[in-house]
């Protein structure tokens, strides 16, 4: 398309770093089968497009929507072929828009290739993808004659679909078959010349599409999730800032909210340090939109940063600072995971610095400095844990290796009493203050995330996060705390050993 290669070339001529502004969108989707699935499509598609067109009043060159954002979660209430469409290869270039003849199966994503080709706005879309194939012809087709996949397209500035990502970690997505294509598909360049590589939810925690891609070059993530908070390492916000410091990317993450599922948290999260990001973690909010200026570099190897973030710009028209939301904690639903497991040690009360430390599996030790004078006001305690091994998600369904260093704040002296933070209500003040979390580990992968009692993440200006190689199998990752965070609920290293999943 000239439009598309006219544009390329423009933002080709220049330096190394390019600005660009990125858009998302948390939604509470559509979801009543009443009128049928065309219906719950179309309604979808309308709330995206006009709050598309508030992004890109606001400067926005991209914009990501959340998984299953398109035909909600709500997927056993009808025909769930009535919601799914058939999407074209991404090599043909296809203009849905220009399409004279369309079925229920083409005209929901023809309605997005319009709404992006008036807005002269990229938009990423997670969508059921219906391929239908011949029992007779190919070994595995289901009898029904086709397969459903879990969908990320990308439709460019001129309507054109230029990127079409199958899930490939599904999680407990009955229905469902996993992708099987190169990590390559979840590429695309944009206009305004940067590279972004797609993931889907459970992906992240997967070297496959996301981090294969980074590692191979590409600085700048569009995800779009159904997240599930667990505590006390994995809720939304704490996961998404973690994956976008350790690995130094620019993530532009949109989330489904239902915060009776404990689905909710979005934003933009910069790779770089002591850059603030731009996100929503509001058990009220419903529906928010984000949109945040973003540099990114597009040589190899260098890490990426974001400049300030910008306003929110909610459905109702009034403004607010993402990043300032409190949760409300007597409200929210959490899966905690068990914790007997890990090794853990309880704080001492100390009036100087003190080191404390604690060691389990496979190397790891895990080292924190801190001062905790005492305070009869408040009630708990901190502990520092460790563990080195395989873990389980999804009720048991899938397994993988993990190594974590962590303090976290605990109820009582009782290690599964610890980031309980339900019916709480979180302190204004703490007398324990952290210096220094640090850990030796075996995997190269490592995520640090920073957060408070009241869930929100302790500012980027706050701490440090480096990772040191010693030597082949083995380097030191160390978050260091440089200002007064507030009460902490945790302070965590989390690396992934990939290659020691149980497959």
Not at 81 to 96: R, T
Not at 444 to 465: G, I, N, Q, Y
């Amino acid at each position: 398309m000239l439009c598309v290669r006219l544009l390329l070339l423009a933002a080709a001529v220049g330096a190394d770093e390019v600005r660009y502004t990125g858009a998302v969108l948390e939604h509470e989707p559509y979801s009543s089968w009443e009128s049928g699935g065309l219906a719950i499509l179309q309604e979808n598609a309308r709330i995206f497009l006009e709050h598309a067109a508030l992004a890109r009043q606001q400067g926005a060159d991209i914009m990501v929507f959340p998984e299953y954002g398109l035909t909600s979660t709500n997927l056993e209430g009808g025909d769930v072929l009535s919601l799914a469409q058939v999407v074209p290869h991404p090599a043909d270039q296809v203009v849905l828009c220009f399409l004279n003849q369309t079925s229920s199966h083409t005209q929901v994503l023809r309605e997005l290739s319009c709404g992006a080709a008036q807005l002269k706005l990229y938009l990423v879309v997670d969508l059921i993808e219906l391929v239908h194939c011949s029992p007779n012809q190919i070994l595995d087709c289901p009898d029904v004659g086709y397969y459903l996949y879990n969908t990320q397209v990308v439709l460019d500035h001129c309507g054109a679909l230029v990127a079409r990502y199958r899930k490939k970690h599904l999680f407990l997505e009955p229905g469902f078959i996993p992708g099987d294509e190169s990590d390559a598909t979840a590429v695309f360049t944009t206009d305004f010349g940067v590279t972004f590589t797609l993931q889907i939810c459970f992906d992240i925690m997967y070297e496959s599409p996301g981090l294969a891609n980074v590692e191979g070059g590409v600085r700048d993530v569009a995800m779009s999730t159904a997240w599930i908070d667990e505590l006390p390492f994995l809720t939304a916000p704490q996961m998404f800032r973690a994956w976008s410091a350790g690995l130094g990317v620019n993530l532009l993450v949109a989330n489904y909210h239902n915060t009776a599922k404990g689905m909710l948290g979005s934003g933009l999260f910069p790779g770089a340090p002591r850059q603030l990001s731009s996100y929503t973690y509001d058990h009220n909010g419903g529906i928010t939109l984000l949109v945040a200026s973003l540099t990114t570099n597009t040589s190899t190897g260098h890490t990426t940063r974001v400049s300030r973030p910008r306003k929110d710009l909610l459905e109702d028209g009034k403004q607010h600072e993402g990043a300032q939301q409190k949760p409300q904690l007597q409200d929210m639903v959490f899966i905690h995971e068990d914790l007997s497991r890990y090794n853990h040690l309880l704080l001492e009360e100390a009036a100087s610095s003190v080191t404390a430390s604690l060691c389990h599996n496979d190397g790891l030790c895990c080292n924190v400095s801190y001062t905790f004078p005492g305070n009869t006001s408040m009630t708990g305690h901190y502990m520092l844990l460790a563990y080195s091994g395989l873990v389980e998600k999804g009720g048991g369904v899938y397994s993988m290796y993990i190594q974590v260093c962590s303090v976290v704040f605990c109820l009582s002296d009782e290690v599964n009493s610890c980031a309980r933070v339900e019916g709480e209500d979180p302190p204004l003040a703490s007398s324990f203050l952290l210096q220094e979390v640090s850990g030796m580990f075996g995997t190269l992968h490592v995520f640090p995330s920073v957060m408070r009692r009241d869930l929100t993440l302790v500012s980027e200006h706050l701490w440090d996060f480096n990772s040191i190689p010693l030597s082949r199998d083995q380097r030191k990752t160390v978050i260091h705390v440089t200002g007064e965070t507030g009460p902490l609920l945790s302070v965590t290293l989390m690396g992934r050993w990939y290659q020691r999943d149980l497959v």
